[in-house]
């Protein structure tokens, strides 16, 4: 089992080392904390306490490096590791080979757990490097700044790997539920430690997976006015005094931080245990009652039928071939329907534009994923309209879609001289399709797009029109 | 003196993906030696090799591998496979050498005469010049023939070969066909193929797999 482990891991960093996005990654974390770590006389901070930015110390500065990585890397490191290609595997010779699927999940979730060991290296490395250029020599301690970041990142990092591997487990995870759940434990955990009582103790570090919540509360006697992420600090405001180390060391964190990670290390078990092989066809029966969602019987060929012409307008037959595989399935277009026609009944900015812009994530993600993979780029090149037209048809495709889906609300709008649902609608449609091709054609796949624009759905989703 | 040739057997398996019904109830017993399998595109060659290589499971029916059924038997026959399926989602920052020793270790062999092993099998498939290559810069027949090294790697008692010779030139048809050959004196070789050249001759049992059943090509050959 060793044997089959090690040579994942080796593998997989062999192959991580070889590509680009390594060292983009490892980049990632020293450049944003460069920009979010506030100096003297800042104007916002990434951890603000009514109005005033932090005293800057070692332990400080460590936890507000812990804070960038547990918040907005995050997502990041999830998607690196998920379209990354150690994601594409020989399982065509991996699953009947006798090596056991519990060493496998081992090997590569090591690999992934010592990228982002690296991640957090580099950012520790930058932390002292900050730490030299903002405060006094004699008070960089490099010491506090490793042990308040790594206590605060390395569990939630490690979660992101454990899940990885989790959902590649699974056939149902392995596409766009993955992405889903992964979206939905991302924003639970940020959601579960802010709507905290911000007590102390094991059980409430526990609650904490992100980390920063106990030595932060910890530190602010109660004071509940605090603001992470991008804080107005108020002009001349004192810096405030925090006591991270005391937080770090309180009853409980640590024992909780090692606890996370000892919950990490667990699942790749699971998952070598839960683990289902790939399957080459489609295996299960649809239920009758769902049948009407299937494809129909293909028609008969005509064979009268002539050889087909070059069309008089062939950007309008491309626009509508994109339109028409962006919505395809009959279920995208029964829900694309239902959404329009609710438009008539429900409000636009809170309730049909964030639901046409779900379906629009889904459907122009897929499609997008699908056209930009190299072999049929490589073909479509040969083509009469090159792929770049393809990619204009698709924004407009996929633009027209959300307009089409919000079509009774800027109706109902313009009707009372509102045009906001309008222009929403095109901004939203454009939007969606031009961040999915561009992510897609980026990344060859539809990973990267599908979790990116499931974050911009959800901030869409709260400001709900705005004010 | 005890009988040690591998045997393998079909008993009345079956599978389904959905309503379609890509192999109905097949009943036949391998033994060594080359056995071909033809028949149309489509028709369930490949996935016959995939049930046999453990890769699916069937939707009825069970496979014995020497006499012990599946799955409680399935380490040992997978302790014993060569499996080389049509397509590979090869990991390209690998070179062909660090592959092969990926697939020895997956199939718990030892390192060192396994890298001397994987040596010897790319030089017979012409590949030695190329061992520490990236996979990426390999042709499409290159990748065909690593995809055959790999799966000699140990030298297995039951060889599931999918197309190994599609799309090569005859020089690397030739050098497969000697090693399919070498192999299939003491292992089952169980190869599927459009083409009647080369191995034809020297094949034990040829079979047609049309219409979910598996029928003997060729005269003289029980199911």
Redesign the interface.
């Known amino acids: 089992m060793s044997a089959v482990a090690l040579s994942c891991a080796r593998t997989s960093l062999t192959r991580y080392g070889r590509s680009a996005g390594l060292w983009i990654l490892l980049l990632v974390a020293p450049v944003a904390a460069r920009f979010m770590i506030a100096g003297r006389g800042a104007h916002n901070s990434v951890i603000s306490v009514s109005g005033q930015v932090p005293w800057l110390t070692s332990p400080v500065l460590g936890m507000e490096l812990g804070v960038v990585i547990a918040t907005l890397l995050l997502p990041l490191a999830f998607i690196y590791l998920r379209s990354n290609i150690t994601r594409r595997q020989p399982w065509q010779v991996e699953e009947p080979s006798p090596g056991s699927r519990i060493a496998i999940a081992y090997g590569r979730w090591l690999a992934d757990l010592a990228l982002l060991a690296g991640v957090l290296a580099a950012t520790t490395v930058a932390g002292v490097f900050l730490a030299m250029l903002m405060m006094p020599l004699r008070e960089v301690d490099p010491l506090w700044i490793t042990l308040t970041l790594w206590a605060i990142a390395a569990p939630p990092l490690a979660m992101v790997a454990s899940l990885r591997i989790l959902f590649d487990a699974r056939r149902w995870t392995r596409g766009a539920l993955g992405e889903v759940l992964f979206f939905v434990f991302w924003m639970g955990s940020l959601v579960l430690v802010m709507a905290g009582d911000h007590a102390q103790g094991y059980a409430a570090a526990m609650a904490d997976l992100d980390g920063f919540m106990s030595p932060l509360a910890h530190g602010l006697h109660g004071d509940s006015n605090f603001t992470i992420g991008g804080g107005e600090i108020t002009a001349g405001a004192p810096a405030i005094h925090l006591d991270v180390i005391g937080g770090v060391l309180n009853d409980g964190y640590l024992a909780a931080r090692l606890t996370w990670l000892a919950i990490a290390a667990l699942v790749p078990l699971a998952a070598g245990l839960v683990h289902l092989p790939h399957v080459v066809g489609k295996t299960r029966k649809t239920p009758g009652w769902l049948k009407f969602l299937e494809p129909g019987a293909a028609k008969p060929a005509d064979p009268k039928a002539r050889e087909a012409r070059p069309g008089a307008l062939p950007w309008l037959t491309l626009l509508a071939c994109e339109i028409r595989l962006i919505a395809s399935g009959r279920l995208t277009r029964l829900a694309m329907l239902a959404v329009a026609i609710a438009g008539w009944f429900l409000p636009y900015a809170k309730a049909t534009g964030p639901a046409a812009m779900l379906l629009l994530v889904f459907a122009a993600t897929a499609h997008a994923g699908r056209t930009e993979q190299g072999g049929l780029l490589a073909l479509t090149r040969t083509g009469f309209l090159s792929p770049w037209a393809r990619r204009i048809a698709f924004v407009a495709a996929g633009t027209l879609l959300a307009l089409a889906m919000s079509g009774a609300g800027i109706g109902h709008a313009l009707m009372a001289g509102d045009t906001a649902p309008l222009i929403q609608a095109l901004a939203m449609g454009a939007g969606t399709s031009l961040a999915a091709i561009t992510l897609a054609a980026l990344t060859r796949g539809a990973t990267t797009p599908r979790l990116v624009l499931l974050i911009a759905w959800y901030f869409y989703l709260s400001w709900g029109g705005g004010p | 003196m005890t009988d040690t040739s591998p045997t393998l057997r079909l008993e009345g398996v079956t599978r ?5 019904v ?1 192999l109905d109830g097949i009943s036949h017993s391998f033994t060594k030696g080359l056995t071909l399998l033809t028949g149309p595109s489509g028709a369930g060659k ?2 016959l090799l ?1 049930l046999i ?4 499971k069937p939707t009825a029916g069970r496979l014995h591998w020497n006499g012990e059924p599946l799955p409680a038997a399935r ?1 040992a026959l ?2 014993e ?1 060569g ?3 049509q ?8 070179t062909a050498r ?2 092969g ?3 020895a ?4 062999l030892r ?1 060192n005469e396994a890298d001397a092993q994987f040596r010897l099998l790319l030089e017979g498939v012409g590949l030695a010049a190329d061992a520490n290559g ?1 996979i990426a810069t390999y042709s499409g027949g290159m990748r065909r023939r690593l ?1 055959f090294a ?2 000699l790697l140990g030298a297995p008692r039951l060889l599931a070969l999918d197309e190994p010779t599609a799309e090569l030139d005859s020089e690397s048809r030739e050098r497969i066909h000697a090693l399919i050959n070498r192999a299939a004196q003491s292992a089952i070789v169980i190869m599927t193929t459009h083409l009647s050249d080369g191995v034809a001759a020297a094949a034990t049992a040829v079979l047609r797999v049309e219409a979910g059943a598996l029928t003997p090509a060729r005269a003289g050959l029980a199911a």
Do not use: D, N, W
């Not at chain 2, 389904?16 to 379609?20: A, E, I, N, S």
């Not at chain 2, 397509?87 to 690998?94: G, I, Q, S, T, Y």
């Not at chain 2, 270790?105 to 718990?108: D, F, I, N, T, V």
């Open positions: 389904r993906y959905g309503r379609k890509v490949s996935t995939r290589a453990t890769a699916e380490s997978r302790r496979l499996y080389a399926p397509a590979v989602e090869l990991p390209m920052e690998l660090e592959f020793l990926h697939m270790a997956l199939k718990g390192a990236r995809i790999q799966a």
